[in-house]
């Protein structure tokens, strides 16, 4: 635990939910380490797994649904004073469908409302998405948190989230005394979690939009679960882009991993993606075409200034350690891709 986490005020009662999801069970994990914090209320659905609920140690697992009345029961009857709201599906393996659109809109509304009838509750963190940002081809250089979307999603995940904030913003309004904070993480990448967007970049042959060269940015899933517990253990309001240093075009990203991009027209992404994947792997929707087409860059100014948080890795290192550590194996390998480099040069030289 950061030393500046350490020096502030914790919560004394935490509930986190998505409890079963790699960032809410890893969240709760670590805040179970906390000797300062009395009571870790863990809440999901789904029952986690053996080895997560191994991690969670001291941590009460509660299997609720949110979008019943049952989530108000349980942060009046723990007294809880911060909740952590991680279950908006925002980048797991499961395609969008209405049954995902209700957990993240209705149950969110439940979970804001049992907040607000709430008198012990003073903090609630919502881990949003940069996708309310969209993508298009006339976006900024760099999304800041108060830069309104050129073209507001209407379907997907981004939507879900739009309608999310909405609901936490309005808490805010209402209970004046409760601290909201909204994290709006970049891209998630890394070694052990699987989205769609590890997917996609695991596929040997890569179907790209043809004339375009999407400009990306990752956050590493170790940073995104120290935003998190920084979050829950510093007071902070306000909404904070998160991402990694630096900014990698699709292209570079594909050529990292020493795999072979296929240009086709947007049309053909989805369906060529869906064809060519491994079939254990998730594959990606029409809601991904526009951002794999434009690319999205957040500017991260106030996540440094007024959040305090630091990511430990750039966009290229949280890109090199999912190569290195993750599930893709390249096509061509670096030997080759430094042989064939050379010889470029050398023949280069041979000409001038």
């Known amino acids: 635990m950061s030393e500046e986490i350490s020096a502030a005020t914790p919560p004394r009662s935490v509930l986190v939910t ?5 960032l809410g069970g890893y969240l709760v994990s670590r805040l179970v380490d906390n000797p300062a914090i009395e009571r870790v209320v863990a809440v999901d659905s789904r029952v986690p797994s ?3 609920m191994r991690r969670m140690g001291r941590a009460e697992f509660l299997r609720l649904d949110i979008r019943r009345p049952a989530i108000a029961k349980a942060i009046a009857g723990y007294e809880v004073d911060t909740v952590v709201h991680a279950a908006p599906s925002i980048m797991d393996s499961a395609a969008h469908s209405a049954a ?14 049992a907040c607000q009838r709430s008198p012990s509750v003073k903090r609630l963190v919502l ?10 081809a006339k976006d900024p ?23 999310v904030e909405g609901y936490a913003r309005g808490l805010a309004r209402r209970r004046q005394d409760i601290e909201v904070t909204i994290l709006r993480p970049q891209g ?3 070694p052990q979690l699987v989205t769609r967007m590890s997917s996609y970049l695991s596929m040997p042959l890569v179907p790209v939009v043809f004339g375009h060269q999407a400009r990306l940015q990752f956050l590493h899933e170790e940073d995104a679960l120290r935003a998190l517990e920084h979050a829950t253990c510093r007071p902070q309001g306000g909404t904070f882009n998160l ?4 900014v990698v075009t699709l292209g570079q990203a594909i050529h990292r991993a020493g795999h072979v991009q296929l240009p086709v027209p947007s049309g053909l992404l989805v369906p060529l993606v869906g064809v060519l994947r491994d079939a254990r792997l998730p594959t990606i929707r029409s809601d991904m075409e526009d951002y794999l087409a434009f690319g999205r860059v957040l500017d991260t100014t106030r996540m440094r200034t007024e959040f305090g948080f630091e990511p430990r890795y750039t966009t290229m290192e949280t890109l090199d350690d999912f190569i290195d550590r993750g599930r893709t194996q390249p096509v061509i390998s670096p030997q080759t891709w430094r042989s064939l480099q050379d010889r470029v040069v050398a023949t280069a030289t041979a000409l001038q």
Not at 18 to 22: K, P
Request: with cysteine.
């Open 18 to 22: 998505g409890a079963a999801t790699f």
């Open 50 to 52: 053996k080895a997560m």
């Open 100 to 113: 995902i659109k209700e957990l993240n809109v209705v149950g969110s509304m439940q979970v804001c409302a």
């Open 127 to 136: 881990r949003s998405s940069a996708m309310i940002y969209g993508a298009t």
């Open 141 to 163: 250089v760099a999304f800041a948190e108060g830069t309104r979307a050129r073209r507001e999603p209407r379907r997907g995940y981004g939507r879900d989230m739009l309608d």
């Open 188 to 190: 998630i990448l890394g």
């Open 243 to 246: 991402s990694g240093d630096g």
